[in-house]
């Protein structure tokens, strides 16, 4: 099966978006837009997140003791193209905290997990970033979906 053929399947499947950060070596806020995160176990609290080799984070990532999952509102497409986009400040104009973590929880997303890095496995051209989950919060709303290649919220939604 040829990459083209992988990615149309693979985009049938609809996934939320999220933000996931960290600080680097120095202390500075990185982060990302990653559809390719999903809960993992229940006891003790997972969640995996997978990063490509080829990223410009991929080093930070792989550095870290921790990073946030910050799951997207509708409303937070922008967001989600800001952190998305290489070679500018991904931080600027957003408000965070520092989460339990030393990670950026976002402001004003769907919901977050704040985790302490457990395990990394190589996969292919990713590798797969496994956190304990010591922290996270939910808010009201929707989430914003990915299907297909394009944004998409949930009919009816806001």
Known sequence: MDSRQFR???????TGVTV?????????????????FTS????????LVTIAKTSSLFDTFMQ???????IL???QEGLSRQFATKNIDRFAQVSYRTGVS???VLDGVLAYFDCRVVDRHPA???????????DGGLNDGHP???YRGKYTHIPGAP
């Open 124 to 134: 292919g051209d990713h590798v797969i970033l496994i956190g304990e989950v010591v």
């Open 64 to 70: 870290a003791g921790g990073y946030a999952v910050n």
């Open 144 to 146: 914003l979906l990915f």
């Open 8 to 14: 149309d399947i693979a985009g049938c499947f609809a």
């Open 40 to 47: 993992l176990s229940l006891d003790p609290p997972l969640v």
């Open 20 to 36: 996931v950060t960290t600080q680097d070596a120095a202390g500075l806020p990185a982060g990302m837009t990653v559809n390719s």
């Open 73 to 75: 509102r509708a409303d």
């Open 102 to 104: 030393g990670s950026p």
